[in-house]
């Protein structure tokens, strides 16, 4: 588990660090690479990282909800960082405001893909017939 991830995540299972840090690194080439976030999030290895790390969330009892707000939070450090690369000068107010609503398109699709896999498939128990 590497830096800067461990002080960040401190409270997380390493095991879920990983899985944060494989996920970061998946929308971090799909923004280099200008890959949608449905291109990014379909590659095996992403894919089962994210089902990994709701597997880990659901053990530790957390709630789906909670793994929302979880990656609701990751999207608002992406965009911190962004906008202190403005600050610094590497990227203009511009390209912020487009890499930032390409992140948010990224986590939607985090959460999409882990709304689905999060609940179960057969929800006839949750139907009587």
Request: hydrophobic share 40%.
């Amino acid at each position: 588990m590497g830096e800067p991830y461990q002080s960040r995540f401190a409270e997380l299972l390493p095991d879920l660090v990983d899985n944060l840090a494989q996920m970061l690194e998946a929308i971090n080439q799909g923004l280099k690479r200008s890959l949608s976030p449905s291109e990014v999030f379909s590659v095996p290895t992403i894919q089962r990282t994210i089902e990994e790390h709701i597997r880990l969330r659901k053990r530790e009892g957390i709630d789906a909800a909670s793994v929302i707000r979880e990656y609701q939070v990751l999207a608002i450090h992406l965009s911190q960082f962004l906008a202190s690369l403005v600050e610094q000068g590497n990227i203009t107010i511009h390209d912020y405001v487009q890499l930032n609503v390409q992140v948010q398109q990224y986590v939607d699709e985090l959460i999409r893909i882990m709304v689905r896999n999060f609940t179960p498939d057969d929800r006839s128990d949750n139907n009587p017939s």
